[in-house]
């Protein structure tokens, strides 16, 4: 069966907050507990993380599980980091997608956000400035 289209309630932008770089905002007011965006992913063994780090994409992959990483297909691979984080996402592993739901109420045009440590909670310093290299 295929499934109908989706009207997504977001769309791709730019964000004022981190220097005009790519973002996902949102279309219409989101209330908390929606789900924003599934999205499905690739998975890849972590065997092959060798090759796929020498890339741009590098910069968009999510831990899976103990043997995989993914790479998420969507809009959402595009939502930003923020420690005061709108949305979190949620691996449906039987699915094989990453769903994002709103955590608090999104405001029309609202910059949508995730923690990238994956816990709305988790202030733990990022490794690396994701805001300073991809501008749209």
């Known amino acids: 069966m295929i499934n109908a289209p989706i009207h997504l309630p977001i769309?791709?932008?730019?964000?004022?907050n981190l220097n005009?770089?790519?973002?996902?905002?949102?279309?219409?007011?989101?209330?908390?507990?929606?789900l924003i965006?599934?999205?499905?992913?690739?998975?890849l063994p972590n065997s092959e993380f060798e090759h796929f780090n020498k890339t741009i994409l590098a910069s968009y992959d999510y831990d899976w599980d103990e043997?995989?990483?993914?790479?998420?297909l969507g809009y959402c691979i595009l939502t930003n980091h923020s420690f005061s984080a709108n949305t979190?996402?949620?691996?449906?592993?039987?699915?094989k997608q990453m769903?994002?739901?709103?955590?608090?109420?999104?405001?029309?045009?609202?910059?949508?956000?995730?923690?990238?440590?994956?816990?709305?909670?988790?202030?733990?310093?990022l490794e690396y400035d994701y805001h300073t290299d991809f501008k749209l």
Not at 67 to 72: D, K, M, S
Not at 88 to 95: A, Q, S, V
């Open 11 to 16: 769309y791709v932008s730019t964000s004022e």
């Open 20 to 34: 005009g770089i790519r973002c996902i905002k949102a279309a219409r007011i989101i209330k908390v507990g929606e």
């Open 37 to 43: 965006e599934a999205c499905p992913v690739i998975l």
């Open 67 to 72: 043997t995989h990483g993914a790479f998420v």
């Open 88 to 95: 979190i996402y949620k691996r449906n592993i039987e699915k």
């Open 99 to 125: 769903e994002y739901y709103a955590v608090k109420d999104i405001e029309k045009d609202e910059e949508v956000l995730i923690n990238y440590n994956g816990d709305v909670e988790d202030k733990t310093p």
